[in-house]
C-alpha cells in the first residue's frame, strides 16, 4: 500500500529551493514517527532524496529517476526508472511511505490509499505544489491540532486520510 507523509500549505506549496519553505520541528518529528523502522521504506523522486542531509538512517529508500546513469553506493538505497517499478509496491499489504516531491506525488496518485497529511494553516512562496485531489475520494480518519509555540510558529494539523 502506499501512503503519502507530506506537509503542505494553505496555497498547496510543498516546497522552495529544493527544500522546506516553512520550519516546523514539529512536523519534522512527526515524519520520523511514521517513517523510522528497518521494516519500512520511503519513495522518493531524485530532488527529494537529494534534499535530504543523508540517506536516512533506520529506512530503506527507494529513488525515482528518469537518469538510466544514477547511482547511490549505500545498501539502503535503491534506484528505480520507471512507474512499473513501483506499482507493486501499491498492491502490496506492507505500508510504503512516498515523501515527494510534487511529480511523484502526481503520478502516483491514482494509486495511494492513505495521506498522513500535515495543513500549515499559512500561504508561502515555493516552486513545489502538492497536486489537487477530489477531497470527496478521502476520508479524515484521524486529526490532531498541532502545538504552536516558540520553535513551531505555524498553525497545523494532523490528518490521516484513508481513501473511499
Known amino acids: 500500500m502506499l501512503s503519502y507523509v507530506v506537509a503542505v500549505s494553505r496555497n498547496n506549496v510543498i516546497g522552495k529551493n529544493n527544500s522546506l519553505a516553512w520550519r516546523l520541528p514539529d512536523d519534522v518529528k512527526f515524519f ?6 528497518e521494516t519500512k521504506t520511503m519513495i522518493m523522486g531524485r530532488k527529494t532524496f537529494e534534499s ?7 529506512r530503506k529508500h527507494i529513488v525515482y529517476t528518469r537518469d ?9 538505497v535503491e534506484i528505480i526508472h520507471t512507474i512499473d517499478e513501483i506499482l507493486p509496491y501499491a498492491k502490496s499489504d506492507q505500508e510504503y511511505f512516498v515523501i515527494g516531491g510534487g511529480e511523484i506525488f502526481k503520478m502516483l496518485f491514482p ?3 492513505r495521506m498522513y497529511l500535515t495543513e500549515i494553516h499559512e500561504n508561502f512562496e515555493g516552486d513545489t505544489f502538492f497536486p489537487d485531489y477530489d477531497k470527496s475520494q478521502w476520508k479524515v480518519t484521524e486529526k490532531k491540532e498541532g502545538t504552536i509555540d516558540e520553535k513551531n510558529i505555524y498553525p497545523h494539523t494532523y490528518l490521516t486520510l484513508e481513501r473511499v
Open 68 to 76: 538510466k546513469n544514477y547511482k547511490i553506493d549505500d545498501p539502503n
Open 32 to 37: 520520523r514517527e511514521k517513517t523510522l523502522s
Open 52 to 58: 535530504l542531509p543523508k540517506v536516512l538512517p533506520g
Open 111 to 113: 494509486y495511494t490509499q
